[in-house]
């Protein structure tokens, strides 16, 4: 910053904090009350309040909104508000920038290169910090002249758009390679010689879940989450803690070779299969979502089925069979998921096909992983960095 001139946050604007809504104000009518979470995710619902406001808590698009309070790496940053009239919460400035010596992007932008400073000078906890007005305002920003800084932020803007393209691609990069794996599965598929069975015709037994509730206090014991079947490979290493009687942990153990399959959830998700690699050493039981299927394994290696149940065409039966009106809760039975039919070649076939999938399914998701972990805010941050080092 040594290039221009600096000036405090305090003598660039005025700062307005937003009201302190309590919960109890809270309406269904009105207008949007607009919190942290509103400002850096578009998905969250708005509360609303039809009573009295006064004007300073009132703001429209094109406001400077200064977020000062919350998770630091989340909820800290400045925006410039585009979502229509609202009613400003607390924690959150309304910012009214000197315009005749501060363009109100350039502010936003360099208040955004300076986060690391301002969360480093916020008080409280690991999960929750604030930075007072006083601290905040004494936080100095570059002021080249206007002319400058409107140059500085159309380089800023081209440079974002760019970023935005790159996630733009890695998005559907990542939405290609998740689906990559599923297709290699209907290699099954591919040849009709194969004897077809029912689900219920290959397995010995099937059984649902039990629902408790989550207990960290007093637990001795675990319970899986749905999301324990996002992959062919059981997940069992994020239970929720719960009180687990021993007839009940008896009577919903895990056991290497189950196959689970997921009875409710979306329609895209539902009927999801994994099967347990290892028994668990933990009491851990699996929930009422989920489905046990124990394989007859003199027909059918049960990480087969789990892959089988993940073929295309195994995907349309299920989502077929799967009931309900509401696309975001939608559940399959155990009758209905025992009528699913599925190729099932001879044993040493299986194994053979099993050993190319864990090779292509092991590629895929290591390459959505990858993918998943290219970190666009770090080049956001060295954007904002070079900007304001005179680089841009």
């Known amino acids: 910053m040594g290039k221009w001139p600096t000036k405090p946050i305090g003598e660039l604007c005025n700062l307005i904090n937003g009201r302190a809504f309590k919960p109890a104000e809270w309406e269904k009518e009105g207008l949007p009350i607009v919190r942290i979470q509103n400002l850096n995710d578009h998905s969250k619902p708005f509360n609303r309040f039809s009573g009295y406001y006064t004007e300073k808590h009132y703001i429209d698009d094109g406001e400077i909104l200064l977020s000062w309070s919350g998770t630091p790496g989340t909820s ?12 400003l919460n607390q924690h959150i400035f309304k910012v009214i ?28 906890g690991v999960g929750l910090r604030h930075i007072t007005k006083s601290k905040l305002e004494a936080i100095c920003l570059p002021v080249p002249k206007i002319d400058e800084q409107r140059r500085i932020v159309a380089h800023i803007k081209e440079c974002m758009e760019r970023v935005k393209e790159i996630e733009g691609l890695r998005t559907e990069a990542i939405e290609e390679a998740a689906c990559l794996a599923p297709s290699l599965y209907a290699a099954i598929e591919d040849d009709q010689q194969w004897q077809m069975r029912t689900v219920g015709e290959v397995i010995l037994k099937s059984r649902n ?133 599925i190729p099932v070649p001879p044993l040493d076939v299986q194994t053979n096909l099993i050993n190319r999938f864990d090779e292509l399914h092991d590629l895929a998701y290591g ?25 841009l």
């Open 97 to 124: 920038v000197a315009e005749n010596i501060m363009d109100g992007d350039f502010f936003i932008h360099a208040v955004n290169s300076r986060l690391g400073e301002m969360i480093g000078q916020a008080h409280g």
């Open 209 to 341: 879940g039990k629902s408790i509730r989550q207990d960290n206090e007093n637990s001795t014991g675990y319970v899986l989450s749905i999301s324990s079947v996002h992959d062919v490979t059981l997940n069992i290493d994020k239970p929720k803690p719960i009180v687990l009687p021993d007839n009940v942990a008896a009577q919903y153990s895990i056991s290497a070779g189950d196959v689970f399959v997921s009875r409710a959830n979306t329609r895209d998700l539902v009927g999801l299969a994994s099967v347990a690699v290892n028994s668990p050493k933990d009491r851990i039981i699996y929930p009422d979502l989920l489905i046990k299927l124990e394989v007859d394994s003199q027909l059918i290696n049960p990480r087969f089925l789990a892959y089988a149940l993940r073929t295309p065409e195994s995907r349309r039966q299920i989502k077929d069979k799967a009931f309900g009106t509401s696309q975001s809760m939608v559940k399959i039975s155990g009758e209905r998921l025992k009528e699913v039919s």
């Open 367 to 391: 390459l959505v992983s990858e993918l998943k972990s290219l970190n666009s805010g770090a080049l956001k941050e060295s954007i904002l960095r070079k900007a304001f080092a005179g680089e």
């Open 76 to 87: 800290f940053g400045c925006f410039r508000w585009l979502r229509g009239p609202g009613l």
